[in-house]
């Protein structure tokens, strides 16, 4: 196995340990959120772009398309409004858009712009 990819392994693990370690103490004090971030980065045509997904706490099912349409609603008036031309049926070549939505998650082609998501919706 090469360095960069045992890195990456090794890296990813850590995150993983270091949220489910968050998790539990924040359990362990009696303090339930109504979602986690978990943070990822992916391709879209070549691009990386940093990620984010809202993981909504089980026991509040039901509520969690109002904060969706809150967080995109934010997006728009921070970041511009965007599209999700990358998928479907017509999708453009390049990734051309500061942020996308898509499969219940926020697409940040910029990480400080994943940041800022963060700092506004772990609050």
């Given at each position: 196995?090469n ?69 995109m ?11 999700s ?39």
């Amino acid at each position: 196995m090469n360095s960069t990819l045992q890195d990456q392994i090794l890296s990813d693990i850590a995150r993983q340990m270091q949220e489910a370690i968050d998790n539990d103490v924040l359990r362990s004090l009696g303090i339930s959120l109504d979602f986690q971030l978990i943070y990822d980065t992916n391709t879209v045509y070549g691009k990386r772009y940093y990620t984010v997904a809202p993981i909504w706490n089980p026991d509040r099912l039901g509520w969690h398309n109002n904060e969706w349409d809150e967080m995109m609603a934010w997006c728009v008036a921070t970041f511009g409004p965007s599209t999700s031309r990358i998928w479907g049926e017509n999708p453009i070549p390049e990734p051309m858009e500061r942020w996308y939505a898509n499969n219940a998650k926020f697409w940040f082609r910029d990480q400080r712009d994943r940041d800022w998501f963060t700092l506004r919706w772990s609050s």
